[in-house]
T-cell receptor
Framework: AQTVTQSQPEMSVQEAETVTLSCTYD???????LFWYKQPPSRQMILVIR??????QNATENRFSVNFQKAAKSFSLKISDSQLGDTAMYFC????????????FGTGTRLKVLA | ETGVTQTPRHLVMGMTNKKSLKCEQH?????MYWYKQSAKKPLELMFV???????ENNSVPSRFSPECPNSSHLFLHLHTLQPEDSALYLC???????????????FGQGTRLTVV
């Protein structure tokens, strides 16, 4: 079975500081895509960053970057220069390339950025 | 209107009621999804439709009945629900073959359902 584990239910960080959210996943397949989504209080999930499992280079999107360790099945999200608008739930997810429309999600990490 | 739109935003229903959740997407996608979001649980995939055909039913109780009349609309019909069904129900859509392209699912704002 495919699963995603986010071991930090809640985290907080001071504005302008850096925070890392952890994610591990389990699958026996080798080809997949990984995602981090943000769910602000408005409840609409939006994509933060995407990583192809076949690429060793870690993805970056402005202040957001990932540390992808395929052998360890780890996919952490680093937020640099945290802003108040980063306050949200963050979900880690993946989808296999093997032909099913199944995005598998974790339980989420609630991040609060403190002024 | 663009993106994925869900109605209603909030719904309170009794255990004997029948209600429906509606989802509409204006992204030209062919796959649509229902997810259930409960506190401290992973997002649960309930149903997937691809080109109006159901491709996934994740052992969802029959009191939840999906309907996909076309690629732009998705419904979730609810009847005789239980209090433990109270949750946020999220609709999403994605491109055809999103699994191969690695494209993301686009989500609506969800319906907050309370069963009393």
């Amino acid at each position: 079975a495919q699963t995603v584990t986010q071991s930090q239910p809640e985290m907080s960080v001071q504005e302008a500081e850096t925070v890392t959210l952890s994610c591990t996943y389990d699958t026996s397949e080798s080809n997949y895509y990984l995602f981090w989504y943000k769910q602000p209080p408005s409840r609409q999930m939006i994509l933060v960053i995407r990583q192809e499992a076949y690429k060793q280079q870690n993805a970056t999107e402005n202040r957001f970057s990932v540390n992808f360790q395929k052998a360890a099945k780890s996919f952490s999200l680093k937020i640099s220069d945290s802003q108040l608008g980063d306050t949200a739930m963050y979900f880690c997810a993946f989808i296999l390339t093997s032909g099913t429309y199944k995005y598998i999600f974790g339980t989420g990490t609630r991040l609060k950025v403190l002024a | 209107e663009t993106g994925v739109t869900q109605t209603p935003r909030h719904l309170v229903m009794g255990m004997t009621n029948k209600k429906s959740l509606k989802c509409e997407q204006h992204l030209g996608h062919n796959a649509m999804y229902w997810y259930k979001q409960s506190a401290k649980k992973p997002l649960e995939l309930m149903f997937v439709y691809n080109f109006k055909e159901q491709t996934e039913n994740n052992s969802v109780p029959s009191r939840f009945s999906p309907e996909c009349p076309n690629s732009s609309h998705l419904f979730l019909h609810l009847h005789t629900l239980q209090p433990e069904d109270s949750a946020l129900y999220l609709c999403a859509s994605s491109q055809e073959m999103a699994y191969r392209l690695g494209t993301e699912a686009f989500f609506g704002q969800g319906t907050r359902l309370t069963v009393v």
